[in-house]
């Protein structure tokens, strides 16, 4: 393994581990919230949320990317990048403020005009983030960043739950979010030296390599949040509300896992992009890596749904699931789809990102205004996972042509945990059937357990049968067993 590929691994496993605890404490802070508020009261904050989101997008410019991608940046680039970001974001906070009474009316929901107020002053807050803590990234020094990020988690969570049983109203969920935003910034000084000055000295190097990133970033959004717009509009606030807590628990592949694994893998893809070959390797490592982790969660997601929302959120979020076992399908494929975007990226072709995300988006416009019509919150669902198919073609033969990389090369990195992931869900559908149907939270959670145990269990076993069928290759089944073994030795030796 080179040297560059050691780096993206070790902080891969510092992000994923990062995820894993981030995941593990939202998992608890979601259970808690579902059971003390109403979809409705979730539904409402995502109808802010939406517009937080699209006024991001004024100072979404990839800044973060330039300065990891160009590796002289200093603090003439630090700076102004800094600059920008604050005063776009206090650009982008008056405008979300002013458009408060509008998304009230848009809506039909009053509550929501003081809800987007509060949730503009965190924007603004947020604005004068310390830009410092990129080099954390840039470094590849992800033990920084993962200290960083898990003490914003951490502070978040803390505010969150005691006000959620203080208030039992959506407006734990908008004070939380203000006060998580304070936090972060203040960390932001606390984790990092760097003391940012305004400045616009490199704007025009800055703007030039972010055009392409802001396209990027609208299109991202708009095959992000679409179906949000279409839901809180015709359906309203609590089937709203359940898309949401559906859309978050069944993109996790991509949220909770992989996310973290590409965060980790650009800055290694940035330093090896003028090497064809290493960069080759390199994606095939991280994308088996992905598939590895990936698969297993979005199909064990889709297995799992039917217990895992009456014993987990309760009865009140049933029309959650299949809802969530469509959009765990989803989550797998895009899960397999996100990495690539890094090598557009580290080998200076933005352009392509923007242009498949508008592609992709293009398709998931007609399939949402069609899916909603005949089939509701459902159509939505599908219609996410028909786009994402329909670009899986495309975006393969382009990544073919830029990495000079033959299908076959991937197909032996995923088919593995594929299949691995298949004989997985049959053994949990197997049992499923074969016990009697649970009743009462006790017995819900018990089968959910044992479901859970039987899958992990027969997903390790047929990804162990079918690396060594395959002749052992070095593959991402080879590192993570790797790890596990030296793991093992090192409690070993401190048990004995």
């Not at 033990?143 to 005691?162: D, H, M, Q, S, W």
């Not at 090896?272 to 990936?294: H, K, T």
């Not at 398709?363 to 028909?386: F, K, S």
């Not at 016990?435 to 076993?461: D, E, F, I, R, S």
Request: hydrophobic share 60%; aromatic share 10%; charged share 10%.
């Amino acid at each position: 393994m080179s040297d560059i590929d050691r780096k993206i691994a070790t902080g891969a496993a510092w992000m994923v581990a990062f995820k894993l605890i981030d995941r593990s404490l939202g998992l608890v802070s979601t259970i808690v919230l579902a059971r003390l508020l109403a979809p409705a009261d979730f539904g409402l904050v995502a109808m802010a949320t939406v517009i937080i989101a699209a006024m991001q997008l004024l100072v979404a410019f990839g800044l973060d990317v330039s300065l990891i991608q160009n590796q002289r940046a200093g603090r003439a680039e630090f700076d102004t990048a800094w600059t920008i970001n604050l005063l776009f974001g206090l650009l982008a906070a008056a405008l979300i403020a002013a458009l408060g009474r509008p998304a009230a009316l848009y809506y039909h929901d009053a509550r929501l005009e003081a809800v987007v107020y509060v949730l503009a002053i965190g924007f603004a807050v947020q604005a004068f983030a310390n830009i410092g803590p990129v080099t954390f990234r840039r470094e590849m020094n992800f033990r920084k960043e993962f200290n960083f990020l898990l003490a914003k988690r951490v502070a978040l969570l803390g505010v969150t739950i005691p006000l959620a049983f203080m208030l039992r109203n959506y407006w734990a969920l908008v004070a939380g979010q203000l006060v998580g935003a304070l936090i972060s910034v203040l960390l932001s000084y606390m984790a990092s030296s760097y003391r940012p000055r305004l400045s616009l000295v490199a704007k025009a190097e800055l703007f030039h390599h972010s055009k392409w990133l802001m396209l990027n970033n609208l299109t991202y959004f708009l095959n992000m949040r679409s179906a949000e717009f279409f839901v809180g509009r015709m359906l309203g606030a609590p089937a709203l509300g359940v898309y949401t807590i559906a859309y978050e628990v069944a993109t996790l592949p991509t949220t909770e896992l992989v996310a973290p694994i590409n965060r980790a893998a650009f800055p290694g893809y940035t330093k090896v992009a003028g090497d064809l070959p290493q960069l080759q390797r390199s994606f095939l490592n991280v994308i088996g890596m992905i598939a590895l982790f990936g698969l297993p969660a979005g199909i064990g997601i889709a297995a799992v749904a039917d217990l895992m929302v009456p014993a987990v959120l309760g009865d009140k979020w049933l029309p959650a699931i299949p809802l969530m076992q469509v959009l765990a399908v989803y989550g797998a494929l895009q899960a397999l789809h996100s990495n690539i975007t890094y090598i557009y990226m580290a080998l200076g072709r933005m352009h392509l990102v923007g242009l498949l995300g508008l592609g992709q988006f293009l398709l998931l416009a007609i399939g949402l205004v069609t899916g909603m019509r005949y089939w509701g919150l459902n159509g939505a669902a599908w219609a996410y996972v028909m786009a994402t198919v329909l670009m899986l073609p495309v975006t393969k033969w382009l990544l073919g042509r830029c990495l000079q990389l033959p299908l076959r090369a991937l197909l032996a990195h995923v088919w593995r945990p594929l299949a691995a992931s298949l004989l997985m869900a049959g053994a949990v559908l197997a049992l499923k059937w074969a016990l009697p149907t649970p009743q009462g939270t006790a017995a819900l959670l018990t089968t959910l357990l044992a479901a859970v145990a039987l899958g992990a269990l027969v997903y390790g076993v047929a990804c162990e049968v079918l690396w060594r069928s395959a002749g052992r290759p070095a593959s991402s089944e080879a590192v993570v067993r790797q790890k596990l073994q030296a793991l093992l030795q090192r409690l070993w030796r401190k048990v004995r």
